[in-house]
C-alpha cells in the first residue's frame, strides 16, 4: 500500500523538474506511487523508478490527458483507492490545483494549495495572503491532498534503480460523461529557457521596461533564467500573456527573481513572494517593491541590467 500518490499528467518524453520534486517529497512520506497519464516510455518509467515509486498507476482510458480536469479526477480518485494512498501530491499549476479541489470533493479529503513545503507526517507549510506569509496546516481527513509550488525541495534519486510495477486503473464511466475533449494543440515555439513556473531564476519586467524587452532576455539568457512580466506588459502587447507572474498569472517561487521596472503591486506580489532572493531594480526609491525586496537597486533598468549581464558573462568567461 503506498502512502504517497504523485499525479503526473503527461510529461512527454521527460518529467519537469516540478514532478521530480513532487517526487522526492512523496519519499519522505514513505511508500511512493505514481497516476499517470499519457505516454510510458521506458526512460520516464526508469526515471519513475529510480526517484523511488514502487507502483505507477495507468488509466483505462486512452488519452486521458486529452480530457480536461473532471474526469482527470475522477481517475485520481480511483487510483486513490486502488493504491492506498493517504496523501496525494500535484503540481501547484492552475489545472493542477482545480483537480485537487474536484479529489477533494470526491474523496471527502482536506485540500491545501500553495504549499511550500512537506513534513514527513502530512503537515504543510503554505503560504497565503499574496505570499505576505507562511502558514502550518494539517488535514485531519483521512486522506490529504496536496498541491505544491515548484522550486522548495531539491530533486534527489532514491538510489534505487527498480522498475516499478503499472497497473491500470478503471476511469468511471460517468467521470467522462459530458466531458469536453481537447480536439487540438499547437506546439508553443521553443524558446530555449526555462518554463516559467520552474525556473531557478526568473527575470521579470513591468510597464518601465516601455515595450523593450531586450535587455532582460539578454540578462536571462547569460543566467539561464525564464522571462517574466507584470500584467501591465502583458495587456501592453509586449510580451505574452504566458508570461504573466502574479495573481491572475503563473505563479513562481524561483531561487532568485529578479523585478526590473515593476512597482511590485499586491496581485504581483501574489505570484513571486515566495521566491528565496528577490532583486528589485526601478527608479524610483519610493517604490513598493522595495519593501518585498531582499536587494534593491534604484536605477533605469537599461543602465542598470546590460551592465549586470555584462558582468555575468565576463565572470563566466
Ligand atoms: C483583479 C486583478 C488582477 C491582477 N492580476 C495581476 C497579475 O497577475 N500580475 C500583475 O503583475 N498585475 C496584476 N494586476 C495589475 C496590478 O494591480 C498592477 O496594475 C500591475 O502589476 C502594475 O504593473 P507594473 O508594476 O509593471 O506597472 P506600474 O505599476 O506602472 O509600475 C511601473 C514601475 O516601473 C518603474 N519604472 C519606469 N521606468 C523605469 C526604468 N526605466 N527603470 C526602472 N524602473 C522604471 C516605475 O517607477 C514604476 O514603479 C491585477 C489587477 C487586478 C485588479
Known amino acids: 500500500m503506498a502512502n504517497a500518490l504523485v499525479f503526473i499528467d503527461n510529461p512527454g518524453a521527460a518529467l519537469k523538474k516540478s514532478s521530480l520534486e513532487l517526487l522526492t517529497i512523496a519519499r519522505s512520506l514513505g511508500e511512493t506511487a505514481v497516476a499517470f497519464t499519457g505516454e510510458l516510455t521506458d526512460d520516464v518509467a526508469a526515471t519513475l523508478g529510480a526517484y523511488g515509486a514502487t507502483t505507477v498507476y495507468r488509466p483505462s482510458v486512452e488519452e486521458l490527458d486529452n480530457y480536461l480536469v473532471g474526469p482527470k479526477a475522477a481517475y485520481l480518485a480511483a487510483a486513490v483507492a486502488a493504491s492506498g494512498a493517504t496523501v496525494v501530491l500535484l503540481d501547484n499549476s492552475p489545472e493542477g490545483k482545480e483537480i ?115 535587455p532582460l532576455e539578454e540578462l536571462a539568457d547569460a543566467l539561464g533564467a525564464a522571462v517574466g512580466a507584470s500584467r501591465a506588459a502583458t495587456d501592453a502587447g509586449w510580451i505574452g500573456h504566458d508570461a504573466q507572474v502574479g495573481q491572475t498569472g503563473v505563479t513562481v517561487s524561483p531561487q532568485l527573481y529578479i523585478s526590473a521596472g515593476i512597482s511590485g503591486a499586491i496581485q504581483q506580489k501574489a505570484g513571486m513572494q515566495t521566491s528565496k532572493v528577490i532583486v528589485a531594480i526601478n527608479k524610483d526609491a519610493e517604490s513598493p517593491v522595495f519593501e518585498i525586496a531582499d536587494y534593491g537597486i534604484v536605477g533605469d533598468l537599461f543602465k542598470v541590467l546590460p551592465q549586470a549581464t555584462e558582468e555575468i558573462k565576463k565572470r563566466k568567461g
Not at 512537506?118 to 494539517?138: Q, W
Not at 515555439?189 to 513591468?206: F, K, N, Q, T
Open 100 to 214: 485537487a479541489g474536484r479529489l477533494g470533493i470526491k474523496l471527502n479529503a482536506g485540500v491545501i494549495t500553495d504549499v511550500v513545503g512537506v513534513e514527513a507526517d502530512g503537515t504543510a507549510h503554505k503560504s497565503v495572503l499574496a505570499g505576505s506569509y507562511n502558514t502550518t496546516a494539517k488535514a485531519t481527513t483521512p486522506v490529504t491532498v496536496l498541491s505544491v509550488k515548484a522550486n522548495n525541495v531539491e530533486p534527489a534519486p532514491a538510489g534505487a534503480d527498480a522498475a516499478p510495477a503499472t497497473v491500470t486503473v478503471e476511469v468511471p464511466a460517468e467521470g467522462l460523461a459530458n466531458s469536453a475533449r481537447i480536439a487540438a494543440r499547437t506546439e508553443k515555439p521553443v524558446s530555449g529557457r526555462p518554463d516559467l513556473s520552474e525556473a531557478r531564476i526568473v527575470v521579470a519586467g513591468g510597464r518601465g521596461v516601455d515595450g523593450d524587452f531586450g
